[in-house]
């Protein structure tokens, strides 16, 4: 690596920034240079209990932290409603943007960022770590495989975890004027990508929220389905949830083969993650078991999904600041093709379960 | 076993009436007695090719087996729109049935043999095998554990298995005059099943067809799905197929657990069959990754769950025969609320995917 390493600034001190703090002093292309909050004590204690390097900076308000020079690029985990005045500010100071998701309320929110990015010559993706592990890769290689897989047809996926009273009332997953897509913008969010990504990111046709959506006293939605369709005839389901046992399973169904595994989003362990790949599975001659037997494939880590993220973020900033390349699109797209499909399930649950177009 | 064993006839060759022949020889207190085909020689050709005793008689048309004083009980692997005809009969000639499922066309249908059931005193038992299954019991006990479990809130379940051109335009399963209800009343009817055990038998209030049902020309449905809703708030759906790879995948998610299997109907292996329990699971500290892990558990099998089955319904009979206890009605309660919510289902599908009320 002859680049020199990408300087990460974080505004907000939310749980999650813990673990893409460590993601980012492992990255081996990217240095943690600061991080603000609100509250100076509690950046400076931020910056003391996630082993911040002793030369970074420690700031008080976000501004401060966009306003240094030494800063390329910030990591974003603010809540939702936040994101359009955050993220056009960041792109604005010419820092590059690693956001946390939702990537916005709405996408006409996030065409908003993404048009502030482009005009600054600025790198966005978002914070989806699972899409950057390395079993990511090996299960799109099965999926891609026609003898084996054949064609997509069915994904069904959920992740839902069981949230306590405090969070119930407490957190900003359940504020509407903090996350205010609460369990969808949440779970859900990973959920829908799961499925576009299976889909090799071809929009559904239509989307229809499954009845039975809870939402709180404020409107925000606990928990959530969708049933989703292609022109082509393709079909997907997800649920998301606070009220239920952490779980977190995705079945891709093709014409010859079977994709499965139930820890999708944050693996059972960091060191390796397995899925289940079922190719031409048929049953025995008295139909009392099944020949062959799907096979479980295990894919060693060298480094965690987020470490991953961040070296990737962190080489297509650095392909625009030294290569001078234009900022990538792809991360982007696949962004704002989830947060489509997502309002789109918001609207159909509105609507009262009506099934509501994709318009692109 | 001081009882003498149940003489079970057979009318029909269907490929499930090997398995279930060969049940009825390894069950302690059942003897295949008889077997009869619409063709005598397809029936002497069953007899030989499944290891009929020598003894066993062979009927060239199903009312000879019918009059055979000799038996005592009949399995009936017939087309479902044969059922209603034959079971009523089965009863009127005082004979015990065991019957494959769907039971019947619609509910209405079910009641009429249920009433000729009970008339005539004998017992009626549909055959749904994996209900058998030690592993079956296991599960229960999970499901029904308050602490390790909580309360169900979702289930989600699919049985799909891809089928060949031959299939797709030769089998009864997709003739409107034979098994008219196609992929629902096969496949569609185990995970029913599946979902109304998981909920305790309790009925879904409404029953919405999943959009994008796949029916051939003649009107059979080939693909299905559906999403269910119980007045408590408890949610499941359910997926079925004749057009994607051999998949059976049922999660029971709890509050506080989730019950995880992907071989329900038919186990990987006679021999032992694994589910996996999760007990309030949740994350380590940096939510790196889980803490538990969940736990994988294996059942050995004493008999496979066919020959449970017929050993269950044998000692129903016999219950009957030697002790003079009523027919047991917890079984066909059991079918009828299957078949109640797959004429939802196929009601849904009719009117364009609107929710269809449950009445019981």
Sequence with gaps: MTHT??????????????KVSRAILCAPNAT????ASRSLHKAADFAKSNGFPPEAKIYGSYESLLDDPDIDAVYMPLPTTLHLKWAVLIAQKKKHLLTEKPVALNVAEFD??????KENGVQIMDGTMWMHHPRTRKMEEFLQDKQRFGQLKTVNSCFTFFTDLDFLKNDIRVKPDLDALGALGDAGWYRIRSILWAADYELPKTVTALRGAVLNEAGVILDCG????????????????FLTSLTMNITAIGTHGTLHLTDFVIPYQEQEASYTASAKPGFNELVTGWEPLPSEHTVTVDLPQEVCMVREFATLVQNIKKKGAKPDMKWPTISR???LVLDAVKASIEKGFEPVEIVN
């Design 32 to 35: 943690l240079s600061a991080v």
């Design 112 to 117: 908003e960022i993404v048009r502030a990015c």
């Design 337 to 339: 093709k989830t947060q």
């Design 226 to 241: 969708a049933s989703m369709h292609w022109e082509d005839g393709k079909k997907a389901t997800f649920h998301c949830s």
């Design 5 to 18: 390493p990408i300087r990460f600034g974080i505004i907000g001190c939310a749980g999650i920034a813990r």
